[in-house]
Every structure is written in structure tokens, then in C-alpha cells.
């Protein structure tokens, strides 16, 4: 399983940015998710989508503004982040094998390299 994530950057509070993650070797139906990482803190599970069915899946942190989708043709995962905030400056990562367990995003597969989001004015 090999994931790459992409589209980090630096934006400012209130903006937008997309980030898109290729997996190769995992059914995309069983589960992939993002999470994000800030120097010092533990790595935030933020967002899932989950099953055939396209559940999804935010931490309170993110919903309202951020929505993932997936693009199963093409074996793509995307993260829509809008109203951006400086806390949501972090590392963001993909990963696969993604369920909620107890209302938290875990993942019990693999982890891609990271992108790293700046918001910043």
C-alpha cells in the first residue's frame, strides 16, 4: 500500500485549500481518512469516508467547513478545506484502513508522507 498526499500550502484565515492523496493497493470502499499532526501534539484523525455507502466522518474541529471525498475510479482521496483557520496549521496526512472507533478517526493501516498546511495572514 503506498499513499502520496499533495496540495499543502500556505493560505490565508478564511481561505481555501484542496489536498489530494493517490493510493495504490487498497480498496478505497474499506476505508481512508486524513489526519493532522501539530508539533507536540498527537496525530488528529479529521476526517473519514467509510463503506460503499460514502459515509463520512469529521471530527468537530473540521465539520462544517472541511469535506472529503474520494474518487474511486482513479483511486484518489481529497480534502476540501474551507473557512480556514491558524489552528488548522498542521502536517496532514492520508491513510488507509480507516474506521471510528468510540467517535474517534483511527487508522489500523498505512500512513502517507504528509503535507504540511500554513494558515497565516
Known amino acids: 500500500v503506498q499513499l502520496q498526499a499533495s496540495g499543502g500550502g500556505v493560505v490565508q484565515p478564511g481561505g481555501s485549500l484542496k489536498l489530494s492523496c493517490a493510493v495504490s493497493?487498497?480498496?478505497?470502499?474499506?476505508?481512508v481518512g486524513w489526519f493532522r499532526q501539530t508539533p507536540g501534539k498527537g496525530r488528529e484523525g479529521i476526517s473519514a469516508?467509510?463503506?460503499?455507502?460514502?459515509?463520512?466522518f469529521y471530527a468537530d474541529s473540521v465539520k462544517g467547513r472541511f469535506t472529503i471525498s474520494r474518487d474511486k475510479a482513479n483511486n484518489m482521496v481529497f480534502l476540501q478545506m474551507n473557512d480556514m483557520k491558524p489552528e488548522d496549521t498542521a502536517v496532514y496526512y492520508c491513510a488507509t484502513d480507516v474506521r471510528v472507533v468510540a467517535d474517534l478517526i483511527i487508522s489500523f493501516g498505512s500512513w502517507g508522507q504528509g503535507t504540511q498546511v500554513t494558515v497565516s495572514s
Open positions: 469516508i467509510i463503506s460503499t455507502d460514502d459515509n463520512t
Open positions: 493497493g487498497f480498496d478505497l470502499d474499506l476505508g
